[in-house]
């Protein structure tokens, strides 16, 4: 297993932008796909982003697509999940996620096995 942590949340005015970190330690996240979820108060847990492993192919939840990007840094041991243009609606937990079949970039968060902790962003008007 790899064991994860999620940084970089905090409270940020709408239209602004915040980037997580995901970093992994134990095993090489390359050897992963990443995926990023994200919980609201409330609500579903919902898919975001997610990054291959070798391959660092991307796939994106619709409600992000165009202002979030989910990018590697293997030296760093640490995938990014830059967040621009945010809007109220995107306040949630953010999870990242290891997929032990890295070539894939799943959706669904059972796909997933090891989880950060979470790490709260916040969105105000």
């Known amino acids: 297993q790899v064991q994860l942590v999620e940084s970089g949340g905090g409270l940020v005015q709408a239209g602004g932008s915040l980037k997580l970190a995901c970093k992994g330690s134990g095993r090489a996240i390359s050897e992963y796909a990443i995926g990023w979820f994200r919980q609201a108060l409330g609500k579903e847990r919902e898919f975001v982003a997610a990054?291959?492993?070798?391959?660092?192919?991307?796939k994106y939840g619709d409600s992000v697509k165009d202002r979030f990007i989910v990018f590697r840094e293997n030296a760093k041991n640490t995938v990014y999940l830059q967040m621009n243009n945010l809007k109220i609606e995107d306040t949630a937990v953010y999870y990242c996620?290891?997929?032990?079949?890295?070539?894939?970039?799943?959706?669904?968060?059972?796909?997933?096995?090891?989880w950060g902790q979470g790490t709260q962003v916040t969105v105000s008007s």
């Open positions: 990054v291959t492993g070798a391959s660092a192919i991307t």
């Open positions: 996620a290891a997929d032990s079949i890295p070539w894939t970039a799943e959706t669904e968060s059972t796909k997933y096995g090891d």
